[in-house]
């Protein structure tokens, strides 16, 4: 079926079933509480302190955990319920927001509690990636794979879209409404994890070693395209932490409001949403012309399968 045979309700295929559509709006709400969190403590750091240094800390103390835990969340992905990695983490992140809440509540003197918060915050969220993009190929079958990528793409831009907004504009009324919803949020995403039925997912018994360790680096080295692709999206990363300094400047502007940070953080986000929707349309009739490959089910590219089936691409045991 080409794509301009394509009837509207296969666009919206992989929603006909219940476990992605519970996924899919669980992606979106812990997304679009984290963007929540982002933007209110980065708002509330630098009114404590009016030193930029700090919201670049703000940046690492989120980011240092997925790097230093790089070799051990895909594992555990690999070997637990992927749910349940889900499920805690998405606990654990609403457990942060309700601590930056009492933190703000009882006045705050210096910004090292906040910080040691949202280094756990950032835990959390490093077991939470690896877990959430194994688990939804599990939860199509394989016809309807594409279409969820695409979905599960949409979830994440919308969410970057509108969270920074609405994060600014919560924490004009007060830090503490920003930080409460953030946690409503999260909470309800965990439910909704949780009401998943338990996929079929074969997990990895065997002994870790130091080359299943590795094993998705060498697969990427091996893949020169996978490998320009993500070196491209490591320099992009890179440069827009510039963006973390917004507070600053819109704070020095004689017309700032909390508003005003967030709209910024989100002015490019329309154009890379758009971008992404017709990567994605694209995506969908590329995979559609294959049939995943025996090493690794899910795999929905025509290259050679990964050495295993890693959850950092999404396989489907």
């Known amino acids: 079926m080409t794509a301009e045979q394509t009837s509207p309700d296969q666009r919206y ?22 963007m929540i969190v982002s933007v209110a403590v980065g708002w509330q750091v ?18 240092l955990p997925s790097l230093l835990l790089v070799l051990v969340t895909g594992v555990v992905a690999d070997r637990f319920g992927r749910r349940l990695i889900m499920t805690l983490s998405s606990l654990i992140e609403a457990g ?3 601590a930056l809440l009492l933190l703000t509540l009882r006045g705050l003197a210096g910004p090292l509690p906040i910080f040691v918060v949202l280094a756990m915050f950032g835990i959390a969220r490093a077991f ?15 016809e309807d794979f594409a279409n969820a990528i695409a979905w599960n793409s949409s979830a994440w831009q919308t ?14 009324l007060s830090a503490g ?37 590795f094993a998705g680096f060498r697969y990427i080295w091996s893949e020169k395209i996978v490998l320009g692709a993500i070196s491209l999206d490591l320099f992009a990363v890179l440069l827009s932490g510039a963006s973390a300094c917004c507070a600053r400047h819109r704070a020095s502007a004689p017309s700032a409001s909390q508003s005003g940070w967030p709209a910024t953080r989100s002015a490019t986000m329309p154009a890379r949403s758009c971008w992404a929707s017709s990567v994605c349309s694209a995506l969908s ?17 025509p290259c050679s399968a990964p050495p295993t089936c890693s959850a950092s691409i999404s396989a489907r045991r």
């Open 96 to 98: 942060c927001a309700v």
């Open 159 to 172: 969410a970057t879209i509108v969270g920074p907004v609405a994060g600014g504009l919560l924490y004009g």
């Open 13 to 34: 295929a992989a929603f006909r079933h219940r476990p992605f559509l519970s996924y899919w709006a669980a992606r979106f709400l812990t997304t679009f509480a984290t």
């Open 285 to 301: 009739r590329f995979c559609s012309a294959f049939q995943p490959s025996p090493g690794c089910q899910s795999w929905p590219l």
């Open 128 to 142: 939470y990636g690896p877990a959430s993009s194994s688990l939804f190929a599990n939860l199509v079958p394989p």
């Open 46 to 63: 630098y009114d404590l302190t009016r030193d930029p240094f700090d919201l670049g800390i703000v940046g690492i103390v989120q980011f």
């Open 177 to 213: 409404t920003a930080y409460i919803t953030a946690a409503v949020l999260m909470l309800v995403a965990a439910l909704l994890v949780f009401t998943i039925p338990k996929p079929a997912q074969q997990t990895a018994t065997d002994k870790p070693t130091m080359e299943t360790l």
